[in-house]
């Protein structure tokens, strides 16, 4: 299963889920892969060759794994389906709206996006729209899991009500507070339905 992670254009403070949830996997005998888009570098780089532009990291998560450096061509190799040495990908992508990302969206089973309400506004909904377009663009009912905060509030039941009249295959994972994501609540609507 290949999940996608988009975390920093939605909510800023969940940046290592996407690590915690690779390492929750490996801990349960699958063979992981964790791929991480690295903006900073892709910043540095944005004159060079695009073949030379290094804006991936991967990480191989099982015994003796390591770390090495990917170019976006490379990354992409990564989600072919035959890949066989890993069970699982899980990509954390905090901007999704590069060209390479939107390729990494297309190939996933499974995009996951953070929302916080307390910082939530008409820019942040568009961009969540419009991330979650991109990754239906060549993959039409690509499943979409989000987290909502406060779900007592009359807010968060009124953005689940308007984001359910746009958009079709979506499910919630509802918080008490902010920052609340327990990793083994994500973990069971990833892989437990």
Same mark, same amino acid.
């Given at each position: 299963?290949?999940?996608?992670?988009?975390?920093?254009?939605?909510?800023?403070?969940?940046?290592?889920?996407?690590?915690?949830?690779?390492?929750?996997?490996?801990?349960?005998?699958?063979?992981?892969?964790?791929?991480?888009?690295?903006?900073?570098?892709?910043?540095?780089?944005?004159?060079?060759?695009?073949?030379?532009? @290094?804006?991936?990291?991967?990480?191989?998560?099982?015994? /003796?794994?390591? =770390?090495? +450096?990917?170019?976006?061509?490379?990354?992409? !190799?990564?989600?072919?389906?035959?890949?066989?040495?890993?069970?699982?990908?899980?990509?954390?992508?905090?901007?999704?709206?590069?060209?390479?990302?939107?390729?990494?969206?297309?190939?996933?089973?499974?995009?996951?996006?953070?929302?916080?309400?307390?910082?939530?506004?008409?820019?942040?909904?568009?961009?969540?729209?419009?991330?979650?377009?991109?990754?239906?663009?060549?993959?039409?009912?690509?499943?979409?899991?989000?987290? @909502?905060?406060?779900?007592?509030?009359?807010?968060?039941? /009124?953005?689940? =009500?308007? +984001?359910?009249?746009?958009?079709?295959?979506? !499910?919630?994972?509802?918080?008490?507070?902010?920052?609340?994501?327990?990793?083994?609540?994500?973990?069971?609507?990833?892989?437990?339905?």
């Amino acid at each position: 299963m290949i999940v996608a992670i988009v975390t920093t254009d939605f909510a800023a403070a969940t940046s290592s889920t996407a690590t915690r949830l690779a390492e929750r996997r490996a801990h349960s005998g699958r063979n992981v892969l964790l791929l991480k888009q690295n903006c900073e570098r892709k910043q540095a780089n944005q004159y060079r060759n695009k073949a030379e532009n @290094i804006a991936w990291s991967r990480l191989e998560i099982k015994a /003796g794994a390591r =770390s090495s +450096l990917l170019s976006a061509n490379a990354m992409t !190799k990564e989600l072919v389906p035959e890949h066989t040495d890993f069970h699982d990908i899980v990509m954390d992508i905090p901007k999704p709206f590069y060209a390479d990302a939107v390729t990494a969206l297309s190939c996933s089973d499974l995009l996951i996006c953070h929302t916080e309400l307390d910082t939530w506004d008409k820019e942040k909904q568009a961009k969540l729209y419009k991330c979650i377009r991109l990754a239906r663009s060549k993959n039409t009912h690509l499943p979409v899991l989000i987290t @909502i905060d406060k779900i007592a509030c009359m807010q968060s039941q /009124g953005f689940v =009500s308007q +984001l359910c009249q746009h958009l079709c295959h979506i !499910k919630f994972i509802y918080l008490d507070v902010a920052n609340d994501m327990s990793m083994k609540q994500l973990y069971r609507a990833i892989y437990l339905p």
